[in-house]
């Protein structure tokens, strides 16, 4: 390929990749204005198309920077898609680690999927006792047994008033298993509790020193003037220390921080273009 043919492909690929990015552009802002105003599925079918087409985008903000991946992220999270919202988190996190929304919405989608109880219908002893005496097979019990699992710790009477009403040995043994089994789940679960916590607090105390940062700037003023946000992150670190946290409290305070930091970014825009103009008239 000659130079000057080399330069017109590049300067094609220059346009093309400019017109991806103003058509992006469009469609983040329609996407943004659906996700502020609640309409999660109608952000979806903006963010998702982006993220597809120009994964690496960037929204146009300089004080909390945020991929598109954030944005498809929260969007996933507030439609209750929280396995794919994780994974869109974690990947705005790979490509900017200080996102501090991200890390916020990733806090509260794992804190979510630990604390989502999981609907299982276990059988409780009376349900077994009865079985028994209906003369369904030991067998057959501990199958079902294993599916759904069971309400009770298998004790010394709880053990003979299972054989008296026809358990077996197998049946038995497959209750000590499972309930083992849901121990172990429980401590990881509970430890994996404690990591998500921390997580959530660690974000919330990242954005409170994001905005103190601000306030030190030139156009810090424009930050959070009334302290409302920096209240709430008080309050959501506050919820976290408590020894039984009140989970939906932490996740409405999350959410309500989120929710206010993106409408924090067009007032403070707003604010700073007025004290422009301000200044340009004097």
């Known amino acids: ?31 943004r204005r659906a ?76 804190l979510r999927l630990q604390t989502t109880e999981k609907t299982t219908n276990p059988f409780t002893l009376q349900d077994i006792s009865f079985a028994l005496r209906e003369r369904i097979e030991p067998k057959r019990v501990a199958a079902l047994v294993r599916e759904r699992g069971v309400a009770f710790d298998l004790t010394g009477e709880t053990e003979s008033q299972l054989r008296k009403a026809g358990a077996d040995d197998l049946l038995l043994d497959e209750i000590k298993k499972i309930r083992a089994e849901a121990s172990k789940r429980r401590k990881a679960n509970e430890s994996q509790l404690g990591e998500s916590t921390k997580e959530l607090a660690a974000a919330l105390t990242g954005i409170r020193d994001q905005l103190d940062y601000l306030n030190s700037t030139r156009t810090g003023i424009f930050w959070d003037p009334n302290k409302e946000i920096r209240s709430q992150l008080q309050t959501g670190l506050a919820l976290l220390s408590a020894p039984q946290p009140d989970w939906q409290k932490v996740f409405s305070t999350g959410e309500w921080v989120g929710q206010k930091l993106e409408e924090e970014i067009d007032l403070v825009r707003r604010d700073e273009s007025q004290e422009l103009r301000r200044q340009q008239q004097r």
């Open 1 to 31: 390929m000659t130079k000057k043919g080399w330069v017109c492909e590049l300067g094609l690929l220059l346009i093309i990749a400019g017109c991806a990015t103003l058509e992006s552009g469009g469609e983040f802002t329609s996407g």
């Open 35 to 110: 996700l502020m105003s609640g309409d999660y599925a109608v952000a979806l079918t903006y963010f998702e198309p982006i993220a597809k087409r120009d994964p690496n985008y960037t929204a146009p903000f300089t004080s909390f920077r945020e991929s598109i991946w954030t944005y498809l992220g929260r969007a996933q999270y507030q439609s209750g898609k929280l396995s794919e919202a994780k994974g869109s988190l974690e990947r705005a996190l790979s490509q900017i680690p200080g996102d501090s929304v991200a890390k916020l919405y990733l806090g509260l989608t794992n």
